[in-house]
């Protein structure tokens, strides 16, 4: 599995990539540190699109609901699924964010075990997706 | 009303008045004709009773006649021819008379004829009696005789002579009858109309005195309504003003000029000297609208700005009304106003509405940025504690390992009050949008969020069906959520919780500790349940921020789930109140308006 | 104008691999739901090739037996879960032994090993989806969905369908008709 998180914060990236290294299933994880250097690389010709994208939505320059907007604009791009990663939201806001096309809402949680837990649940289930021929469209998860 | 206002027209009266006089005009005439016909009723008599004398007269003179014939037979005395011929003269002299008199009646001219015949032949024969008795001595049997025959012919006369006088009387009774009839009614009639046209006149004295008196009291009452405009005017400051369309004339009142800072009657009353003193920006502005007001009929308010003297400036509203007054003549009134004072005030007030406005945005951004940038900082605080215990616990003495697990506790402690104050932060109203909401939608979303919790506890909950409301839906959702969330939370371990939530219309908020509001009607939602219950003298203090009634080790939580609660109710314009008897449940009243 | 159309995976499947066999001139024969004989003999290019051009249709060629068995165990429960309660879900571990004549331990293993996920919460995915499914497709209230799924009452269904996806049926379906109405219609 191919995973890109963009996050601006450095704690963050870096607990995130500790926590991919411990779960059992494979992955590759690429990150970047704000919303324009993903759109940067996204955008760029046959640049390898993730199975997964992780944004987190207080990014300097390009925040994540701009990401968001704009990735689901672009043809090539509108197909893969996207988790929302952010500190706690209302519920308002949460279903506001799947309304404009995010697949998973993760709210970032207090410790590192939890972190484990719910990114190999987001992942497995995101394979599921990939592998048994489930409506993508369907495909939303909040945690 | 209708019909007296038909009498009290003027048309009405008019015409009134018109019939009076024509009843007036009436009844002269039928006197007069009442009178003329009393004259030809006397005349009447007077003749009728002189044919009659006339008559007797005929037959006195006839026995006159008849005397001094038989006396002259007798004695050959010629003084008895004196009243012979005499009477013959007299009687002729009178017939012609009479006969003139009683033209009219035929009968009678005929009996006059009759009885002239008789008489002519009577005298006839007496002439020649004496004739005869002249020549001869006198014959006893034709003296006799000529006795009878006079005895008979007087007597036949006599006759026709009553029946000329009966004839007489009863044409005279038959004209009498007539007249009397008409004589009789006449005055019936006039008398009628004597009074008909005595009302009419009273009538109208009394309606014409009573005008003047509500004319007088009108005037009156005028002048002192025209007494308290005027001061009204000056306490206000405005005046009302007159414009006659017809021949553009304007009318001022005297608080006008007085606005404008100028003595009394200081200028002619015209548009272009009150235009004058507007403010040159506002000018045209003013006879925009000044076309518009006589264009249409509804009133128009115009805001304008004054320059008086040594450029004082003053703030003026105009307000112009077309109108027709009663006589049909097309007119504008209006009053100008100086509203300067209340300008300024209310511009100082729109200043402090807008620094308070800014002010709150201020409190409530902070209040929310606060509690969100406080989670990062924390969110590390704890997810490096975990990485620590997880990684290097082992390595820990047992006071290290005690020590981070009472960090982590109040990491969690913070972490809950943190989130807890964002909830909170989240209930403001500014710019949530109220839409008419199912409530049951609302209650059943509510039950889904907590189907687990449900599940658990196996509770049972029941509700009446709940009305269709304006409201904040996301936020009803939170209020339905947290209270049922706290009756499973505070239910009686070992029994099954029963939440029954009960839906009926209010008449106004009997709570004693808020005030009416203009609302008055309201439903009132309640959320009973069979749980622990609390002691009601802490019914109040519940709804406070962070307010307890357990020990965090009973009960965790961190009490602002009731104040949430309450800010929601209270961004609905409604109440909330709970009554409660320890371990005999709880309920929740909340009060929505309709 | 918006389309919506359901679709029959198995004959859609079935009908590619017969179209890409044929491109190839194999003869084949379906045996199987998913499983094909290929008459003449087949080189590994060949092979390459056939897979290929399949993985452009999201098709696989499932490489060796675990595989195939792991496929077998999701489409009996897929199979299970859509047909609406005409078939028992009460134990689906009995019910995959007794189908697949493997112990269910066995089965249970390899499918964790190969999928890295439960049987269990396969089966739970599986409703879930068709759940989704139901709910925005078909007007059918919650009571229903959960009756037709064999779920014991709507609580439990809600329950776990909060669960699995963090939200509740109602918060779900509202965002899916949230989002139709907000997404442009090429979506």
């Known amino acids: ?143 | 009303m209708e019909i007296k206002e038909v009498f009290t027209t003027s048309f009405f009266l008019k015409s009134i008045f018109v019939a009076a006089l024509f009843g007036l005009i009436f009844i002269s005439g039928v006197t007069y004709k009442h009178t003329v016909d009393l004259e030809g009723s006397s005349n009447l008599v007077v003749r009728s009773y002189k044919v009659q004398i006339g008559l007797e007269q005929i037959i006195s003179l006839l026995k006159d006649a008849e005397a001094g014939r038989r006396g002259f037979i007798l004695t050959r005395d010629s003084s008895f021819l004196f009243p012979f011929f005499n009477a013959k003269e007299k009687i002729f002299a009178s017939f012609s008379e009479l006969k003139e008199l009683t033209f009219e009646n035929l009968k009678q001219q005929v009996y006059f004829d009759t009885l002239f015949n008789l008489v002519y032949a009577r005298f006839t024969v007496m002439a020649r009696s004496l004739e005869e008795n002249n020549l001869y001595p006198l014959n006893a049997s034709q003296f006799n005789n000529s006795m009878v025959l006079a005895q008979d012919e007087m007597t036949l006369i006599r006759w026709q002579i009553d029946r000329m006088i009966r004839l007489e009387s009863s044409y005279l009774e038959e004209q009498q009858h007539r007249y009397e009839q008409e004589l009789n009614f006449t005055p019936f009639i006039n008398l009628l109309l004597l009074f008909f046209t005595l009302v009419v006149f009273i009538f109208s004295y009394y309606k014409i005195n009573k005008d003047l008196e509500n004319q007088k009291k009108v005037n009156e009452e005028l002048i002192i309504s025209n007494e308290s405009i005027k001061h009204a005017e000056e306490i206000g400051d405005f005046s009302t003003w007159q414009w006659d369309l017809e021949n553009s004339k304007f009318t001022f009142s005297e608080n006008q000029y007085r606005l404008l800072g100028c003595e009394l009657n200081a200028f002619e009353p015209t548009i272009e000297n009150f235009l004058e003193f507007v403010h040159p920006n506002d000018r045209s502005y003013m006879i925009n609208v000044g076309d518009q007001v006589i264009a249409k009929k509804k009133p128009s308010t115009i805001f304008f700005r004054v320059l008086l003297k040594e450029n004082r400036l003053r703030y003026f509203k105009l307000i112009g009304k077309r109108l027709t007054d009663i006589q049909g003549k097309k007119i504008i009134i209006g009053i100008t106003m100086d509203i300067t004072e209340q300008k300024l005030s209310s511009s100082i007030l729109e200043e402090r509405n807008r620094q308070l406005e800014l002010s709150n945005k201020e409190l409530a951004s902070f209040n929310h940025i606060a509690s969100h940038d406080l989670q990062e900082p924390l969110r590390k605080i704890q997810t490096f504690i975990s990485r620590i215990t997880e990684k290097e616990m082992a390595n820990m003495s047992p006071a290290g390992k005690e020590y981070f697990s009472k960090i982590q506790t109040s990491a969690k402690r913070m972490r809950v009050l943190i989130d807890d104050l964002l909830a909170f932060s989240r209930m403001n109203k500014i710019e949530k949008v109220f839409e008419d909401t199912d409530l049951n939608v609302l209650l059943d979303n509510a039950r889904q969020e907590l189907a687990q919790a449900i599940e658990e506890h196996k509770a049972l909950i029941s509700s009446d069906p709940l009305p269709v409301l304006s409201v904040i839906p996301f936020q009803i959702q939170q209020l339905f959520t947290n209270l049922i969330s706290n009756s499973l939370k505070y239910s009686k371990p070992g029994v099954v919780p029963i939440i029954k939530i009960q839906c009926e219309k209010a008449a106004f908020n009997l709570n004693s500790n808020t005030h009416p509001d203009t609302h008055h009607r309201y439903y009132k939602i309640s959320f009973i349940d069979n749980g622990l219950g609390f002691d009601q003298k802490y019914a109040e203090n519940i709804f406070l921020l962070f307010y307890r009634l357990h020990q965090d080790s009973e009960y965790p939580g961190t009490g602002i789930g009731l104040s949430i609660c309450k800010k929601i109710v209270e961004n609905h314009y409604g109440f909330i109140s709970a009554s409660s008897k320890v371990n005999e449940g709880a309920t929740f009243n909340i009060l929505l308006p309709e | 104008m918006k389309l919506y159309f359901k679709y029959d995976r198995m004959v859609a499947c079935n009908t590619l691999v017969g179209e890409q066999l044929n491109k190839l001139g194999l003869s084949y024969e379906l045996v199987g739901p998913v499983e094909v004989e290929i008459k003449d003999p087949v080189t590994e290019d060949k092979l390459k090739e056939l897979n290929t051009a399949l993985n452009r249709y999201g098709i696989e060629i499932v490489e060796n037996q675990k595989s195939v068995l792991v496929q077998k165990i999701k489409d009996t429960i897929t199979e299970v879960v859509y047909s609406d309660g005409e078939l028992p879900v009460s134990k689906i571990s009995a019910y995959l032994a007794d189908k697949l004549k493997y112990n269910y331990g066995y089965l249970s293993n390899l499918f964790s090993d190969v999928t890295y996920t439960s049987i269990e919460n396969f089966t739970i995915l599986q409703k879930i989806e068709r759940a989704k499914q139901l709910i925005t497709t078909d007007d059918l209230t919650f009571t229903e969905i959960a009756w037709r799924l064999n779920y014991s009452s709507v609580a439990h269904f809600s329950t776990q369908f909060k669960n699995a996806t963090g939200l509740t049926p109602s918060a779900f379906q509202r965002i899916i008709s949230k989002r139709q109405n907000t997404l442009p219609p090429d979506k």
């Open chain 1, 1 to 143: 599995m191919f995973i890109i998180l963009a996050d601006d914060d450095e704690d963050d990236r870096q607990f995130f990539k500790d926590a991919f290294n411990e779960i059992k299933i494979k992955t590759m994880v690429h990150v970047v540190n704000d919303g324009a250097a993903l759109m940067n690389y996204l955008t760029k010709e046959n640049s390898q699109l993730p199975h997964l994208l992780f944004l987190d939505l207080n990014m300097p320059l390009k925040n994540g609901m701009e990401c968001l907007k704009e990735i689901k604009s672009i043809e090539r791009l509108k197909d893969i699924s996207i988790a929302i990663y952010s500190t706690s939201a209302s519920e308002e806001d949460i279903e506001e964010t799947f309304v404009k096309g995010a697949n998973v809402y993760i709210k970032k949680p207090d410790d590192f075990i939890t972190l484990k837990k719910i990114l190999s649940k987001v992942i497995s289930v995101n394979l599921q997706y990939h592998t048994s021929g489930l409506d993508r469209d369907n495909f939303l998860l909040s945690i």
